[in-house]
């Protein structure tokens, strides 16, 4: 077959490419004349795909000038391991890179993903949190007993909170619980998200609050790494990654002389395995307390579990799925098989609903109905916003008055301040590279921890006008001109730390302004600001926002509810049960794995196994590995209501241009299965489905780039993007692009899959 040519990307965790198949027909496909139906997917989601199967097409025998072929793009993660999703290593939706490589048929393509266009101060457009709902929380059982259990996971600190509703009484604001009972005791809120690999003598559980700082590698602000990255960053965090090579190095010497040593296993880690691996531990320790200390019986399948996870505002898809993913991966059916339906909800809306209900319950509520209120949930890592407008107080009304919007401004922005004014300080500590490599995750090894657990209670008492003294880890030596380190002491004054909340506070007031100010262009009366959150617990960051507002609105007020820290995660519930606001929206996995299949350049380093058939490539020389499988939708990944998951493609074609006069045909092949663990190559009737798409290489532009071999002969080549979009209501579709026009399309339209008078390619098993 003909090799084609395509696109080179690199990722962080692994480099892989997988070609399209295509096959080229010199006659018209005979149609099926007795189309079956595909034994149909035990998933609720998948029965509305309309595939049909066949007899197996016999191979054609013939190699070389009658057949071709095309090359696609692969997931950046191994297509063995659908537990990670393909989302996981995209840093721009609507746009792939390209690049031309020296090796003939050598290339590795990297799919784009995306759902939709969205506003960069929404939440996604319409998206989660925006009133469309694809199952409302009061048409889940409202009458039923049931567990609603809200995650917020967040960049420094994650939340749990419950309602335990029965059928003997309506769910009330009063029945809401937070789960205080973590590790650490107290009764704290929330927990650290916080993860260490490393191994320790002390008997720490190496997660939250109980991890060996002093002998340990440990992850913070992992959230942070979920979203995609702007090229710089994602620059920054390759060179990171590149910087475990001299580990891989340095182990494999110590392999060829005896020395065992360990390989820190956060730099195998993808930031959504962390993110599981975090998740998991809060999810067991949750189950056994309440196992143990309630009678939730999960175990017994008696009571159903619904779950309601916050976001940031305007957070893309590809970070929204890998929460998504990972939080179901942790809360496994397993533990809770009871586990039912997952909600979502933006952080800024959870909280505004919360503050309001708190408010009536507890009878401090002063809102006039008519006026607005702006809820500013200032956490971790995102300062989210939203306004709304009470409208009523019996029942409860609440509309929402322009965009979510929010920005990357919250606490950890002032600890970097903090850190970047260190480094330059500090002569035999670097506070930023790691010998070991970090992975290109946030690593904190023993000392940054120590300095960073001391700056934090300066961090929290700062009230504007204190100078701090943080006492240094041993051995720590400062630049000799830099005179606030002395004696193992380092003086902070109140110039240094204001300096440090700086950028976080500026970008938060020029939040709040856009809010108050777009509701007023409106004609809406601004009464309250609500602040809530992490970094809201700082009085110093509270005076800022209360000063800021007597000067800029003197009418509005400034308040943070007594629960504010933990007021996502019980807001998250109350938007679940329906409490208050109606704005959850229904997520609903992927029914299936969807992709593309066909052949690919043989290499050695990965077409080892001795099942993979093989075929001429009769273009430039060699073989190539058949029926290797390219999974774009992995099965699990988050459906939203309001618009399908789109997956894209960039593919690339060769033909001979004697090809191109005739009615020579290139086939897509598209795949689906609902396998646990969908193969890498290789297509399985009994557990597969399968669809061909036909396109006429006569109606491929003509613009098709014509080049020669490397001995001389020409042919042409041509780009097409081949797009899988998954449906809420299981609908899949396959459309096949080339310079803006559609090719072709699976299912076919009425009038033909290509307007040509051709019947459609029979759908077949391949083997």
Partial sequence: MHPCMGMLSTSRQSLVGCFLSTFLNTTPPRPTTRPLPFPRSTSPY???????????ARRPSQRGADSMSMMSGETALNSQAPSESAFGSVSQRPWMPELQIPMPRAAVPEPSFYSGDSAVSDTSGPGPGSGTTGLGPGDTGSDETRVMLGLDYGTTYTGLAYMHQTVEADPSFRDLRVFGEWSGGGGAGKIPSAISYSKTPSKCKQWGDDIDKQQSLVLKWTKLELQPQKALQELAKLREALGGLALVESLLRDEREGVQTDMPLHITKSPISIVQDYLTRVARHYYLYMRNNSEFAFERGNVPVDMVITHPAGWPYEALNKTFRATMGAFHKKMFPTRRNVYLVPEPEACAVFTVQDMITSGENNMVPGECFVVCDAGGGTVDL??????????????????????????TFIDRAFLKWIESKITNIDMRAQEHGTGGHFVHEAKRNTILDRFEKCKRQFTGTETNILTMPRGIQGDPAFTQLANGQLTITADDMRGFFRFSIQQTLDLIDRQVGYARVQGETVSYIFMSGGMSQSEYVLDQVQEWAATHYGDVAVQRPQEGWTAVAQGGVLCAMGIGANNAVLGRPSPQHYGISG?????????????????ADAVH????????????????DLVLPDRPVEAACRVACTFLPAQARDRSTVRVTFCATDLEHPPGYGLDGRSDEVATIEIRIAKIPASAHRQKTSRGREYLKATMDVKIFVFYDGRVEVKVFCEGNQLGAYPPADDGPEKTGRRPAPYAHTH
């Avoid at 998948?46 to 197996?56: A, G, L």
């Avoid at 107080?393 to 919007?405: A, F, Q, T, W």
């Avoid at 020389?621 to 699990?636: D, F, H």
């Fill in 621 to 636: 020389g060699g073989n190539m590995a058949l029926e290797q499988i390219t999974w774009l939708v992995r099965k699990g």
């Fill in 386 to 411: 939203v306004t709304y407008r009470f409208d009523r107080l019996e029942p409860l009304e609440l509309e929402k008055i322009g965009p979510v919007s929010g920005d990357y401004c919250g606490a």
């Fill in 46 to 56: 998948s029965n509305t795909m309309s595939f049909y199967s066949r007899q197996p």
């Fill in 599 to 615: 052949p690919e350049a043989l290499s050695p380093w990965k077409h080892r196994d001795a099942g993979i058939k093989l075929d």
